[in-house]
């Protein structure tokens, strides 16, 4: 892998000027450099890790992988790239999505515009010169009309509810923030708090591994089969050939991916149907299952009877019935929290040596110095992996003081939750804008099509403003609150409010707990961001360029 480029960490004596601010080294942050050196822009990109790769960069722990095909998960905007790189595998592992975006950024020159292990702590707009001043914990400043914020919806680590940690004296593993070298489990005794998707990653990998496994599990996630597999020569040879059409079908797709989604009522097929049409989803893999029918997501019962399909399949699988029960999820709808895909995760639980423990009957009391105790007695470890997830969608803009028009800060727009326009503007924070933002489809979509259109429409923004001599935009507050008042209106019909997940924000404690990103879907999405384009951006506050104090004067 090339080798990042280290920042010059002394403090810069003046503000450096350029025309436009990338904050994030992820999909979104290295095409919005992509797409303004295309477009001739002077920028300066800032990422906090010593390379790009977002959370490819920092999720390194043991079975990391994409739940989306590889080749959706990739970029649209060059055929050059598409032609070129290869994937080896439907679901691409951790290490080939960071040779991915090794190759892309070498490829494309985009790390000499980048400061690595340089984090943003404040960014604060001027209203009189219309420009926004970042300041790095160095102190720097680098200043610019235009800043755009492509930190993530997954940044931000969630720590555990319970103390102790800085007690423990084994090895303290989390998954978000995993070690560069290899870590041997080997011989050790293991504990890994968390089961969603990433701790359900862990465990498979680390099962064959440790001499002992305890999987500590508050609320069992619904897992389905991943299917992984091989990619022929002859395969990739054709999606190559069709890359153009696939990329078509993805962007006009309710997920912005290529995954097939059926308009098909659960009830509307008779009970043998539905059950082969379960049988067949489950067989294939992926995510299947979730676009088997097109009302799931809407219709409780049916959602109970997919759950229940789920769960048969669970007992199917673990052979002990006592495991088998506590790994069955109850109390949520399926799908309701984020879908996940497994290779052998409940055959897992077959070894003598892996242990499940049920901290919904016995919850964690603390971490101790040899390992965790419950309410059941101490678990000794030589090893903690810390799986608790994220302060998702907010977490990462929320981390910086942010701070636009007559003072207002991001924390006060956002006390009562986030507020945006298309989850991609905001009224009261002027050129300040965001890639896959809350208020948008966020988490609910192919994460690099919505980058790829939040980054596309940012730059045409830019570019009307530069070609009409305006100083800044913001929507109006009234354009604000009609999109969030058709957020709220779909968000209330969506079984996703059962749940308790980083979704709606209850996985924090004190976060304001509700569904705000956009379920309409992700073609509906970029319908709405054609709208808001048209007619000059009709529905923004549009502010002409402020003339230098000098020649007012003049």
Same mark, same amino acid.
């Given at each position: 892998?090339?080798?990042?480029?280290?920042?010059?960490?002394?403090?810069?004596?003046?503000?450096?000027?350029?025309?436009?601010?990338?904050?994030?080294?992820?999909?979104?942050?290295?095409?919005?450099?992509?797409?303004?050196?295309?477009?001739?822009?002077?920028?300066?990109?800032?990422?906090?890790?010593?390379?790009?790769?977002?959370?490819?960069?920092?999720?390194?722990?043991?079975?990391?992988?994409?739940?989306?095909?590889?080749?959706?998960?990739?970029?649209?905007?060059?055929?050059?790239?598409?032609?070129?790189?290869?994937?080896?595998?439907?679901?691409?592992?951790?290490?080939?999505?960071?040779?991915?975006?090794?190759?892309?950024?070498?490829?494309?020159?985009?790390?000499?515009?980048?400061?690595?292990?340089?984090?943003?702590?404040?960014?604060?707009?001027?209203?009189?010169?219309?420009?926004?001043?970042?300041?790095?914990?160095?102190?720097?400043?680098?200043?610019?009309?235009?800043?755009?914020?492509?930190?993530?919806?997954?940044?931000?680590?969630?720590?555990?509810?319970?103390?102790?940690?800085?007690?423990?004296?084994?090895?303290?593993?989390?998954?978000?923030?995993?070690?560069?070298?290899?870590?041997?489990?080997?011989?050790?005794?293991?504990?890994?708090?968390?089961?969603?998707?990433?701790?359900?990653?862990?465990?498979?990998?680390?099962?064959?591994?440790?001499?002992?496994?305890?999987?500590?599990?508050?609320?069992?996630?619904?897992?389905?089969?991943?299917?992984?597999?091989?990619?022929?020569?002859?395969?990739?040879?054709?999606?190559?050939?069709?890359?153009?059409?696939?990329?078509?079908?993805?962007?006009?797709?309710?997920?912005?991916?290529?995954?097939?989604?059926?308009?098909?009522?659960?009830?509307?097929?008779?009970?043998?149907?539905?059950?082969?049409?379960?049988?067949?989803?489950?067989?294939?893999?992926?995510?299947?299952?979730?676009?088997?029918?097109?009302?799931?997501?809407?219709?409780?019962?049916?959602?109970?009877?997919?759950?229940?399909?789920?769960?048969?399949?669970?007992?199917?699988?673990?052979?002990?019935?006592?495991?088998?029960?506590?790994?069955?999820?109850?109390?949520?709808?399926?799908?309701?929290?984020?879908?996940?895909?497994?290779?052998?995760?409940?055959?897992?639980?077959?070894?003598?040596?892996?242990?499940?423990?049920?901290?919904?009957?016995?919850?964690?009391?603390?971490?101790?110095?040899?390992?965790?105790?419950?309410? $059941?007695?101490?678990?000794?470890?030589? *090893?903690?992996?810390? =799986?608790? #997830? +994220?302060? !998702?969608?907010?977490?990462?803009?929320?981390?910086?003081?942010?701070?636009?028009?007559?003072?207002?800060?991001?924390?006060?727009?956002?006390?009562?939750?986030?507020?945006?326009?298309?989850?991609?503007?905001?009224?009261?924070?002027?050129?300040?804008?965001?890639?896959?933002?809350?208020?948008?489809?966020?988490?609910?979509?192919?994460?690099?099509?919505?980058?790829?259109?939040?980054?596309?429409?940012?730059?045409?923004?830019?570019?009307?403003?530069?070609?009409?001599?305006?100083?800044?935009?913001?929507?109006?507050?009234?354009?604000?609150?009609?999109?969030?008042?058709?957020?709220?209106?779909?968000?209330?019909?969506?079984?996703?409010?059962?749940?308790?997940?980083?979704?709606?924000?209850?996985?924090?404690?004190?976060?304001?707990?509700?569904?705000?990103?956009?379920?309409?879907?992700? $073609?509906?999405?970029?319908?709405?961001? *054609?709208?808001?384009? =048209?007619? #000059? +951006?009709? !529905?923004?506050?549009?502010?002409?360029?402020?003339?230098?104090?000098?020649?007012?004067?003049?």
């Amino acid at each position: 892998m090339t080798t990042a480029h280290m920042p010059d960490t002394s403090s810069c004596a003046q503000p450096i000027h350029v025309d436009v601010l990338i904050v994030g080294g992820g999909f979104g942050g290295m095409y919005a450099v992509h797409k303004f050196k295309q477009l001739g822009l002077s920028l300066q990109a800032f990422e906090a890790g010593s390379d790009l790769g977002g959370v490819w960069y920092w999720n390194r722990y043991p079975g990391a992988r994409v739940d989306l095909p590889s080749i959706d998960y990739s970029y649209s905007f060059s055929s050059e790239i598409e032609q070129e790189w290869n994937w080896s595998e439907q679901y691409a592992g951790q290490p080939e999505l960071l040779r991915y975006i090794d190759f892309v950024a070498t490829r494309l020159d985009l790390r000499r515009h980048y400061r690595f292990n340089t984090r943003i702590r404040r960014a604060e707009w001027d209203d009189v010169q219309q420009l926004w001043s970042l300041t790095s914990e160095a102190g720097d400043v680098y200043q610019a009309p235009f800043c755009i914020m492509a930190t993530g919806p997954l940044s931000i680590p969630k720590q555990p509810e319970f103390g102790g940690l800085e007690h423990f004296t084994g090895r303290l593993l989390h998954a978000a923030r995993w070690p560069h070298e290899p870590v041997d489990f080997s011989g050790q005794r293991v504990g890994v708090v968390g089961t969603g998707s990433t701790g359900i990653q862990i465990v498979q990998e680390v099962g064959r591994q440790a001499r002992e496994l305890f999987v500590f599990q508050r609320t069992p996630s619904f897992t389905m089969p991943m299917r992984n597999t091989p990619l022929e020569p002859a395969y990739l040879a054709e999606v190559k050939r069709h890359y153009a059409g696939i990329r078509d079908v993805a962007r006009s797709s309710p997920i912005g991916g290529v995954r097939p989604q059926s308009t098909r009522a659960f009830f509307s097929v008779t009970l043998a149907q539905r059950q082969a049409l379960l049988e067949d989803a489950w067989k294939h893999g992926g995510l299947a299952m979730l676009g088997t029918f097109g009302d799931l997501m809407i219709n409780e019962e049916a959602n109970e009877q997919v759950a229940d399909f789920v769960r048969s399949k669970i007992a199917e699988v673990v052979t002990d019935p006592a495991i088998a029960d506590k790994l069955k999820p109850r109390g949520y709808p399926i799908f309701a929290r984020r879908p996940c895909l497994d290779t052998d995760y409940y055959e897992t639980y077959n070894l003598p040596h892996v242990h499940l423990v049920d901290c919904l009957q016995t919850p964690i009391l603390s971490a101790t110095e040899g390992g965790i105790r419950t309410a $059941a007695g101490e678990f000794p470890l030589d *090893a903690l992996i810390l =799986a608790t #997830g +994220y302060d !998702g969608l907010t977490g990462a803009l929320l981390a910086l003081d942010v701070v636009g028009r007559k003072g207002c800060t991001l924390r006060e727009k956002w006390q009562h939750g986030p507020r945006s326009h298309l989850g991609i503007m905001l009224a009261g924070f002027p050129n300040l804008f965001m890639t896959t933002g809350p208020n948008g489809p966020a988490a609910l979509a192919n994460i690099i099509r919505m980058s790829e259109n939040d980054v596309d429409w940012i730059a045409n923004a830019i570019m009307h403003l530069r070609a009409h001599d305006l100083g800044s935009m913001e929507p109006t507050h009234q354009t604000e609150n009609e999109w969030m008042e058709l957020v709220q209106a779909l968000a209330r019909h969506s079984l996703i409010n059962k749940a308790k997940t980083w979704w709606v924000g209850s996985n924090i404690a004190g976060k304001p707990q509700g569904l705000t990103q956009f379920v309409g879907g992700f $073609a509906k999405y970029r319908e709405h961001c *054609a709208a808001a384009a =048209a007619h #000059g +951006y009709a !529905g923004h506050h549009l502010e002409p360029r402020h003339q230098p104090a000098a020649a007012v004067a003049a």
